[in-house]
């Protein structure tokens, strides 16, 4: 009864450092999302990926890298974090049958801090 | 591009009183819409959806009617409890075959018995 799991829950960076945020997923979905959501704003799309071996920029990809080598796992990358990538990072999927329903399953969220 | 907005928290109610969240949006053809809820400690789930437009989405006692004249979606109770206490998302999807969706800001609401 996972559905869609992200770590580490919370996290503080330095600036400059690097960190991999883990998502797996065991609903057997094809489609799975980062967003980022910042305070008083909407969600924002980071990367997604339409099954494995596909991944494909959102509308805020900078500064992030994603891959997607199996079904169940898409992790994040920040390769060197910066204080405007404080946020709160949120992993969801979807089943392609549900394309167009909008219809996503989402994690818990990782909070992430870069000072 | 396409935008949700929705009216900024936090709503504070109290138990049984009627409930609006106002949410309009700007985007091009014909989205479907979406109300996601965020219950604390929990991820955000779908609350209800509407495909086209005059269609009424409805759960948990929730409503919201797909307006395209005025480019709406407002979320409604008629009386809402302590466990309606969260984050309440709008958003749209183009229907693409990506499934991807615009959120509005988030509204905290605040129930008190």
């Known amino acids: 009864n996972a559905g869609v799991t992200q770590t580490p829950k919370f996290r503080i960076l330095k600036i400059g450092q690097s960190m991999t945020l883990q998502c797996t997923q065991d609903?057997?979905?094809?489609?799975m999302y980062w967003y980022r959501q910042d305070p008083g704003m909407g969600l924002k799309l980071i990367y997604y990926s339409v099954g494995a071996g596909i991944t494909d920029k959102g509308e805020v990809p900078n500064g992030y890298n994603v891959s997607r080598s199996t079904t169940e796992d898409f992790p994040l990358r920040l390769e060197l974090a910066a204080p405007s990538q404080t946020s709160v990072y949120f992993c969801?999927?979807?089943?392609?049958?549900?394309?167009?329903?909008?219809?996503?399953?989402f994690g818990e969220g990782s909070r992430l801090t870069v000072l | 591009g396409d935008s949700v907005t929705q009216m900024e928290g936090p709503v504070t109610l109290s138990e049984e009183a009627f409930l609006t969240i106002n949410c309009t949006y700007t985007a091009t053809g014909y989205p479907s819409l979406f109300w996601y809820v965020q219950y604390p400690g929990e991820g955000l789930q779908l609350l209800l959806k509407a495909t086209k437009a005059d269609d009424k989405g409805s759960n948990k006692g929730f409503e919201a009617t797909y307006r395209k004249e005025t480019t709406s979606f407002h979320l409604e109770k008629g009386s809402v409890q302590v466990s309606d206490s969260a984050v309440y998302f709008c958003?749209?999807?183009?229907?693409?075959?990506?499934?991807?969706?615009?959120f509005g800001g988030g509204t905290r609401l605040m129930v008190k018995p």
């Open positions: 609903m057997n979905h094809n489609y």
């Open positions: 969801a999927s979807s089943y392609s049958g549900l394309a167009g329903t909008g219809e996503l399953f």
């Open positions: 958003a749209l999807s183009r229907n693409n075959a990506g499934n991807m969706l615009t």
